[in-house]
Nanobody
Framework: QVQLVESGGGLVQAGDSLRLSCAAS????????VGWFRQAPGKEREFVAG????????NYADSVKGRFTISADNAKNTVYLQMNNLKLEDTAVYYC???????????????WGQGTQVTVSS
């Protein structure tokens, strides 16, 4: 089992920044990647960014490229999502998940956190 705990969400204004954290614990060996997803009310869960724990592979959704940065701290077993220039459409519950690749497909990830709310206001 792997436990994932997200933190760092909140209410911000458009143009502001937030950094989300995803702390992993448990049997993390063999789960090589972490992905961030988000889900807005009435919408499907969508991929935001992914990273291998080694840091050598990252990928991003087109909607966040140039604004969001994903990084990993292996010593702390934590993955971060730095979100800059936030927009109203970034409002959602953000989830992290662990899997074997940085896939954009949610059901390829085995373990999920509970999520953290990000609300961007005008």
């Amino acid at each position: 089992q792997v436990q994932l705990v997200e933190s760092g969400g909140g209410l911000v204004q458009a143009g502001d920044s937030l950094r989300l954290s995803c702390a992993a614990s448990g049997r993390t060996f063999g789960w090589y990647a972490v992905g961030w997803f988000r889900q807005a009310p009435g919408k499907e869960r969508e991929f935001v960014a992914g990273i291998r724990w080694s840091g050598d592979i990252t990928n991003y959704a087109d909607s966040v490229k140039g604004r969001f940065t994903i990084s990993a701290d292996n010593a702390k077993n934590t993955v971060y999502l730095q979100m800059n220039n936030l927009k109203l459409e970034d409002t959602a519950v953000y989830y992290c998940a662990t899997g074997r690749t940085t896939s954009m497909v949610p059901n390829t990830y085995a373990y999920w956190g509970q999520g953290t709310q990000v609300t961007v206001s005008s």
